[in-house]
């Protein structure tokens, strides 16, 4: 089995499931595991029969009808967000490095207070079912409406690309099913709950899946506390113990070394949660604004107590997987890698029965998350750029049939790229999606809804500045430059470009928008207070014209 690569999977903490870190080898899982995932299946696939006889319009199709409770869509915000390579990787890392791997799920977290009192409110008196409505309603809608989608489309299919690898390693390390069979079983599925169900049955497929993975990991943790008497320091004395750096896994410093790296780390995983267009897409799925702020705090809410379950779960795992003969191939090294300590603890801790229902979890997951991210691309290709910029005044039934087509095509490639990425690390690709995140979507969002002298020119200038910078920063840094593509030394030599991306973004915004002396610039100035007066009250939230 192949030694996993910690410093190529300790690039991204929600994509860590590499093909480093896959094993020929299955995880002997039985017949349990298989029933859980039939089950797991047959009724999503239930669920999307029931949704699709209520998908009629575009707004059923986009956004639900609207008709989402706050409780429900912070379920299922909590779903989009709690990914399977979340819930393995951030464990895996604590496995492998300890204290240094809650850095990753702290990031993630402290971006929510952000989105709740900065965004959720307004994108929702604004938008209509993207983002981008709200931020074209003043500038250009033509080119902020490309810019939006293209960054839209650039996030998703990276972050698409990373689960459907982690879903084809899981179950490739699980059952020693075919890797290309594993990937296309899940395109065809994400496929159908999209085409037939449309955020109806997306947003009902991430409640469950939400629900499953709180439930298993809160009895997983429960079940570690009970070995220890529900004492946390007799957890972590057992941790240190088993683990090779003994009590520096109580300390910091061990994953992210320098102290530029920790803050744009950082702004990658707070202010790239704040730009992901298939969590902002959510907020379009509420009746009102109230239920909008709502629907953060239950998130938030829930995604706090699954990361300190994953930390828990992380010690747990160094205390009673680390070093066992049963978890071990015949290198020594844990099948599957530090990615699947979270399984092999299901498996020491509750048997054969926990172990099938936590891979079937796994599973689950992936599943709804890749629906999610499909859903927001097909919106993307069919509401912002068909829709506003190529067949304006289309047909609520032609928006929905490209939507469809959209699908279908963004599964396609995702599982073609999913094939055509199975020998490389994919985590840089993810990390790539939340520098994406925080370098176009979150900077134009932002200051399309707070900055008054914001114009088209700005916009654009620092969306694509920052978008140009976040990807050569990556593809010229230690990641991809010398771990991937084998030269002696990075040309940059920071892996997270996060910071880096968002401060060019800002700064051609600010700085093109200030020099802008033209008549439409002077137009899209005045147009701030009526859009202003919207973001407050809500009036025209169904989507007014745009500018």
Known sequence: MPKMNLRLSSALPLSLLTPAAS???????????????????????????????????TRDFYAAGGN?????????????????ASFLGVSGLIFGFGFDGLIYAVGGLAGWPMVLFLLSERLKNLGKYTFADAVSLRLAATPIRCLAASGSLVAVVLY???????????????????????????????????????MIATTWVQIIKAVLLLSGATLVTFLVLQRFGFSFEALFRAAIS????QDAIMAPGALVHDPLSVISLATATMFGTAGLPHILMRFFTVPNAREARRSVFFASAFIGYFYLLTFIIGFGAIALVAGKPDFLDAAGKLIGGDNMAAIHLARAAGGELLLGFMSAVCFATILAVVSGLTLSGASAISHDLYANVFRPGA?????????RIATIVLGLVSVSLALLFESQNVAYMVLLAFAVGASVNFPLLFLAMYWSRLTTTGALTGGVAGLLTAVGFIVLGPTVWVEVLGHAAPIVPYKYPALFAMAVSFTGSIVVSLLDR??????????????????????????????
Request: charged share 15%; net charge positive; with cysteine.
């Open 23 to 57: 094993a020929a080898t299955p995880v002997n899982t039985s017949g349990v595991a298989i029933s859980f995932f039939l089950l797991f299946v047959c009724t999503t696939l239930g669920i999307t029969w029931w949704a699709a006889r209520r998908t009629v319009t």
């Open 242 to 245: 088993e683990h090779p750096r």
């Open 395 to 403: 047909s609520e039934q032609e928006v929905v049939k490209v939507s």
């Open 518 to 547: 033209s008549p439409r610039a002077a137009r899209e100035r005045a147009a701030f207070r009526d859009q202003y007066i919207r973001s407050q009250t809500g009036l025209g939230s169904e989507g007014a014209t745009p500018h």
């Open 160 to 198: 698409l690309i990373g689960q459907m690898v982690g879903a084809g390693k899981l179950i490739e390390v699980l059952f020693g099913l075919n890797y290309s069979i594993a990937v296309g079983a899940v395109g065809a599925l994400m496929i159908v709950y999209v085409c037939f169900g449309g």
């Open 68 to 84: 989402i409770t706050g409780l429900q869509n912070g379920l299922a915000i909590a779903g989009d967000f709690m990914s399977a």
